[in-house]
């Protein structure tokens, strides 16, 4: 039985319709996670920073993500005075030492490489006798000691600029916003070219909380207690996926059986059904990857 046309019930179902295909509009659906603005990471880019840790609670409280509060380590300087002087060195693991162009005929006659007489204001690299040896010292210098420390503290820069960014998330989380601002976990990155698009976005996904310890002040994240995992049916369906009602009910269905096994980025048994299920049925070339494989049309990867 169907409405008439002019009845209140048809005008109410024709309003409801505009308004969902207004907000469908207004919300931009995107196929990249990494075009949302703010914070993004990949178990890639985590794994192996100093100070991080991944997986490192229990069952009772698991920490997906645990920060440390790092401090940066200085460049290191040479021991030689005369290098020492004349190289000039940044704070910044990018930038390769140099010698400077100039440096003060009093800091020579200092160090006795020149006498009080015959030193000038300002002596010039160019100008100056011992540029060759110089020159050779500091590319052995730089080779010894300095890229070590670059190396070392490259991977240690990372892991402050995290917490940074995760202590500024986490004051956006507890202050008042007018755009809403969530933290989740993905799990089951999925890779797609169709049609003039490309698809990098989880098939999971798992809100978030971030807390700071009083004693360390470490950043930990964790899955909020009171929420469930949640699938990301709207950018699936944006791509004209195949039977993606049917993949959305057995991984309901999954998601609702799991009784002992809690879904973790970390536990493959408690979200691979899910991936191999999406493989199969969203898309006929599709392939259930492990971690690590290259990303390509179909493929699945699971990812924290």
């Excluded at 300087?77 to 060195?89: F, K, M, N, Q, V």
């Excluded at 204001?121 to 890229?147: F, H, M, P, Q």
């Excluded at 179909?298 to 924290?304: I, L």
């Amino acid at each position: 039985m169907t409405a008439p046309l002019n009845s209140p019930v048809s005008r109410l179902i024709a309003l409801i319709d505009y308004v969902e295909a207004t907000e469908r509009d207004r919300l931009k659906i995107e196929l990249d996670y990494r075009n949302h603005k703010g914070f993004a990471s990949s178990f890639e880019e985590l794994d192996g920073l100093p100070g991080v840790a991944l997986d490192c609670g229990d069952d009772s409280d698991p920490i997906w993500l645990k920060v440390d509060r790092l401090a940066k380590v200085a460049p290191p300087s040479p021991e030689d005075p005369e290098l020492a002087l004349w190289a000039s060195i940044r704070d910044d693991v990018e930038s390769r030492p140099t010698l400077k162009q100039s440096v003060s005929g009093a800091s020579l006659v200092q160090l006795g490489l020149l006498s009080e007489e015959d030193a000038p204001d300002i002596v010039s690299l160019d100008e100056y006798d011992r540029k060759a040896e110089l020159s050779n010292a500091l590319e052995a210098w730089t080779a010894l000691v300095w890229e070590p420390w670059s190396t070392t503290e490259g991977a240690r820069r990372k892991t402050i600029g995290l917490y940074n960014a995760l202590y500024m998330l986490r004051q956006q989380l507890e202050g008042v916003s007018e755009i809403p601002v969530e933290l989740v976990c993905g799990i089951g990155f999925a890779t797609l070219a169709r049609q003039g698009q490309r698809l990098r976005y989880p098939l999971l996904s798992m809100s978030m909380e971030l807390s700071l310890d009083e004693a360390s002040h470490c950043i930990e994240a964790r899955p909020r207690s009171e929420a469930d995992p949640y699938l990301e049916i709207a950018t699936l369906d944006r791509m004209g996926l195949n039977s993606l009602d049917q993949w959305r009910t057995s991984s309901e269905a999954f998601l609702n059986q799991l009784d002992e096994t809690v879904l973790s980025p970390f536990y493959d048994e408690s979200f691979e059904a899910i991936l191999r299920q999406a493989s199969a049925l969203l898309d006929a070339d599709g392939v259930a990857a492990s971690r690590g494989r290259d990303e390509r049309s179909g493929h699945f990867e699971p990812f924290g």
